[in-house]
């Protein structure tokens, strides 16, 4: 049997693949270029926390059928890189790209990123330029 982890079925009856290693250059219409020939109703790159592309995408096609056929471009290359293919359950899809859409990005990494910016370069900047790099206080 192909029973896997939770779902045995939900990535067979999927309209959605998931692309990896994609060029970093790439935009939606390379994904729909990749896929000529097929009904793809979709394209949406995967970007990280800090909006610069993670090499993910997901294609979301018209039926079962063409996912499948789809499978067939696995491997195919994007300009100088190969591409993997994935079949992917669709709630996989819709919950990656809420999760890099509008809404925030969850607490420890907002609270990483703060610490980040704010104490570390905000405050060095300032220290650094006030005491050191100033100009000598002769009056």
């Not at 729909?32 to 097929?38: K, L, M, P, Q, T």
Request: no cysteine; net charge negative.
């Amino acid at each position: 049997g192909m029973h896997g982890a939770g779902a045995p079925n939900a990535s067979y009856d999927s309209t959605v693949l998931k692309l990896k290693g994609l060029p970093y250059k790439a935009g939606e219409l390379d994904i729909f270029e990749f896929f000529h020939g097929f009904n793809i109703l979709g394209a949406y790159i995967l970007t990280d926390m800090d909006g610069s592309p993670s090499g993910m995408a997901f294609a979301e096609f018209d039926n079962e059928e063409e996912a499948r056929r789809a499978l067939s471009r696995d491997r195919a290359y994007m300009g100088e890189r190969f591409i993997k293919l994935i079949r992917v359950p669709r709630s996989e899809m819709e919950q990656q790209l809420s999760a890099t859409g509008p809404i925030p990005p969850p607490a420890p990494v907002q609270g990483y990123a703060g610490a980040v910016q704010d104490n570390r370069s905000y405050d060095g900047f300032r220290g650094g330029a006030g005491s050191a790099g100033g100009p000598p206080r002769t009056q």
